[in-house]
């Protein structure tokens, strides 16, 4: 059973940046693409970036490209999220999601994805 749980969550105001960490146990990690997803309220759960098993190939959605970065770590078995200029319409809760699929490409939308975290809030205040 794999669990997934991510941190670095918080209150944070425009402009400012935060570090989302997501900390893999007891399954498959270091072969499997991971994702962050967002659910804002209200919205459905939107896909927000994607990296590939061995930290290739990697995915932005439109509205956070060249201001977060996913990155992982297979011999920590952690991913991460880095987020600056934050925008108060990135509040929302962040998932941590492993894919069933190794590459990035095959792992873009919610369906591909077996294991997922509880989340962390991310609340950027205008």
């Known amino acids: 059973q794999v669990q997934l749980v991510e941190s670095g969550g918080g209150l944070v105001q425009a402009g400012g940046s935060l570090r989302l960490s997501c900390a893999a146990s007891g399954g498959t990690f270091s072969n499997r693409a991971m994702g962050w997803f967002r659910q804002a309220p209200g919205k459905e759960r939107e896909i927000v970036a994607v990296i590939s098993y061995e930290g290739g190939v990697s995915y932005y959605t439109d509205s956070v490209k060249g201001r977060f970065t996913i990155s992982r770590d297979n011999g920590k078995q952690m991913v991460y999220l880095q987020m600056n200029s934050l925008k108060p319409e990135d509040t929302a809760v962040y998932y941590c999601?492993?894919?069933?699929?190794?590459?990035?490409?095959?792992?873009?939308?919610?369906?591909?994805?077996?294991?997922w975290g509880q989340g962390t809030q991310v609340t950027v205040s205008s």
């Open positions: 999601a492993r894919s069933q699929y190794a590459p990035g490409s095959r792992s873009r939308t919610a369906t591909a994805y077996d294991y």
